[in-house]
């Protein structure tokens, strides 16, 4: 094939380069939080700085911790006092506004666009400081530090590391003027936006590397489903799976070393790993019913899968290194799209019962399999790095959107969107410390 | 064969009188501009010219679909008479989309026998490729849909082979859930979504 013709082929499909949009998706918290500590974050002082920032980092952060299910913030109108340094801090006013924890900072001038960012997380009963932070950021990253700050906050009054500072893919489809299948990713608050691929045919099933660098997913671009490989920040793609056949939902090994996929090529759906350095594939499963939705335990010693050789789609395990699957799901006659959070005690999936599809999790020790959500058309659930919450799609009306829960049911809330279908999220690793 | 089908298409909208404006050359161009209908008036009729050969080979295409037998000329004009039978709306094959129950890749008998005729069109002409598409409805899982859609192709394949179709002339693609012909969220769009579309190819 030649150089042109390459082009021409190429030309339905947009690849993107990141570079930040102020599109977004905006949050909404449907469902109250009983039982969540409360904490109040007053506005930072932004008064020394010569330019009014672009970003509100106190509502950010706010925002962040409500979305928890573990922490309830005080509205902006019901602060008592707006405080910018512990010293200005009266504590009984806080105290008979009945809050735990209270948050004040200031943001100030280095230079042109550079910034330090100082907060304090102070504790109001025992009227002292638990934590004080600076933070050095520039015009662009404010948003990411004011998730960072909301990272270190739930951290110092969970004992649990905080999954704000993260990223989140999914599929976007627009109906308008012709289907249009968008890749993006997006902070974890919806906002920050990007676009990774835009294609006039199917996309599906992103999955994010170890290091969060790159995202495979399945592509229909050439009419039929094949798996690439995608950089994110150099756009960078590779088609890594053309087989016969079905070639779809990749998942990358935690070592970042394997592809767990499902072929076809040699008779029906069954899950391979390839080696994504040497393509070498092997085959994991050998059986004529279904078995796709391929995902690594957390330690990467097993895959676990859905399956219909039962007679019904069920979940299976079984080792990376071959063997004969065992089924973990027993209650229900669907469970499918397992997602096994990081410590691996728990498989988020979606539970089919009467027509109706739910976000379910498995205790691995017990077996026991609780409901997180109550709608009925509700797919593709994935856990936060550190386990505390699910990302889900859900339809509702014309639309899917996406919807966060927190594991204990505390917490839910929706990134609502206007335009198109959301669906199929994954959320992204935690960033590499630079 | 794509220009006969353009010219057999023409030929027919001109004798209904819908795309006079386009019919003045055997070409075979058309000139998308029906809003011209109401001013054709008859000196516009009299200037009206198809070539003979266009209008022959597109009978014989149209007769030929009629009687579905194709008749073997040279290998052109036998492409142009298949083209004319898979582009005929009352041909047997005329039935493009094959319907599933939920979670099931089982055929129905009243779509046996659509199948059939499929499988004896594409039997008896060598030159007819199809891809054999599947789809799901949107209830459960995206990965799960893709499996099961495949399943559903690869069902009309194995009647088609059966029919007499060879393997070389099918093709199969699973678009799981990701195509609805109907997307409202309603048993009856569900229904329409879960099906097998053969799109064919004449080479």
Redesign the interface.
């Known amino acids: 094939m030649n150089r042109l013709s390459k082009v021409l082929i190429l030309l339905p499909l947009l690849v993107l380069l990141f570079s930040p949009l102020n599109a977004a998706l905006t949050i909404e918290i449907t469902e109250g939080t009983e039982g969540a500590l409360p904490i109040a974050v007053v506005p930072f002082d932004t008064s020394k700085l010569t330019f009014e920032l672009s970003a509100d980092i106190a509502q950010i952060v706010a925002n962040d911790l409500n979305r928890s299910g573990v922490l309830t913030v005080l509205s902006r109108q019901s602060l008592p006092a707006t405080p910018y340094y512990s010293q200005q801090v009266k504590y009984p006013l806080w105290r008979s506004a009945q809050q735990d924890y209270l948050v004040v900072g200031r943001v100030l001038e280095k230079s042109e666009g550079q910034y330090e960012i100082q907060f304090q997380l102070l504790d109001v009963l025992k009227k002292k400081q638990l934590i004080g932070y600076s933070l050095q950021t520039d015009k662009r990253k404010l948003r990411a530090s004011a998730h960072e700050i909301s990272d270190l906050i739930y951290q110092e009054i969970t004992g649990i590391r905080g999954a704000f500072n993260t990223r989140i893919a999914y599929i976007r489809a627009q109906?308008n003027k012709g289907?249009k299948y968008i890749l993006q990713v997006a902070d974890t608050d919806g906002f920050n936006t990007q676009t990774v691929l835009e294609s006039d045919e199917?996309l599906?099933?992103p999955s994010w590397s170890p290091d969060g660098e790159s995202l495979a997913y399945v592509s229909?671009e050439n009419?039929?489903?094949e798996i690439f490989i995608q950089h994110l920040s150099t756009a960078k793609r590779n088609k890594i799976s053309g087989f016969k056949?079905?070639n779809?939902?990749p998942s990358w090994s935690p070592d970042g070393k394997f592809l767990a996929l499902?072929l076809?090529k040699d008779g029906?759906?069954d899950i391979y790993l390839m080696n994504i350095e040497t393509k070498r594939l092997t085959r994991l499963t050998r059986h004529r019913g279904?078995?796709?939705?391929p995902v690594w335990s957390g330690n990467g010693q097993s895959i676990i899968f859905?399956s219909?050789r039962g007679g019904s789609?069920q979940i299976y395990e079984v080792a990376a290194t071959g063997g004969k699957p065992r089924r973990i799901t027993f209650e229900g006659r669907?469970n499918?799209?397992a997602s096994v959070s990081p410590d691996g005690k728990f498989i988020a999936l979606?539970y089919?019962e009467a027509?109706q599809?739910k976000i379910a999790q498995l205790e691995r020790e017990t077996g026991n399999l609780t409901l997180l959500t109550d709608s009925n058309?509700d797919?593709?659930p994935s856990f936060s790095p550190n386990g505390k919450m699910v990302l889900y799609a859900s339809?509702r009306g014309?639309n899917s959107v996406l919807y966060a829960v927190s594991v204990d049911g505390r917490g839910k809330h929706k990134l609502s969107d206007q335009t198109g279908d959301i669906?199929?999220p994954v959320w992204g690793p935690y960033k590499l410390k630079q | 064969m794509k220009s006969l089908n353009l010219k057999s298409k023409l030929l027919i909208l001109c004798i209904t009188g819908v795309f006079i404006t386009g019919c003045q050359s055997g070409s075979g161009e058309i000139i998308e501009d029906s809003t011209t209908i109401d001013s054709v008036d008859q000196s516009q009729l009299d200037g009206f010219d198809v070539s003979i050969d266009s209008v022959d080979s597109a009978l014989t295409a149209l007769e030929n679909s009629t009687n579905g037998s194709a008749i073997a000329l040279d290998d052109q004009s036998m492409s142009e008479s298949v083209q004319a039978m898979v582009d005929n709306p009352s041909s047997a094959i005329s039935s493009r989309v094959i319907y599933f129950q939920f979670d099931s890749a089982k055929v129905s008998e009243d779509s046996l026998s659509i199948l059939e005729a499929h499988g004896n069109f594409i039997a008896s002409n060598g030159n007819v490729s199809v891809r054999l598409e599947g789809h799901s409805d949107e209830r459960g899982s995206r990965e799960y849909n893709i499996a099961l859609a495949d399943r559903r192709a690869q069902s009309v394949r194995r009647i088609l082979l059966f029919e007499g179709a060879s393997s070389n002339q099918l093709e199969t693609v699973s678009y799981g859930e990701e195509q609805p012909t109907v997307s409202s969220h309603t048993e009856d769009s569900w229904s329409l979504n879960r099906r097998v579309e053969l799109v064919y190819q004449v080479n």
Not at chain 1, 290 to 293: A, K, S
Request: glycine share 10%.
């Open positions: 109906r289907r199917p599906m099933s229909f009419r039929r489903p056949g079905i779809s939902a499902v076809s029906g759906p279904i078995d796709t939705e859905t219909d789609p669907y499918t799209a979606v089919g027509g599809y058309l797919e593709s339809t014309n669906r199929e």
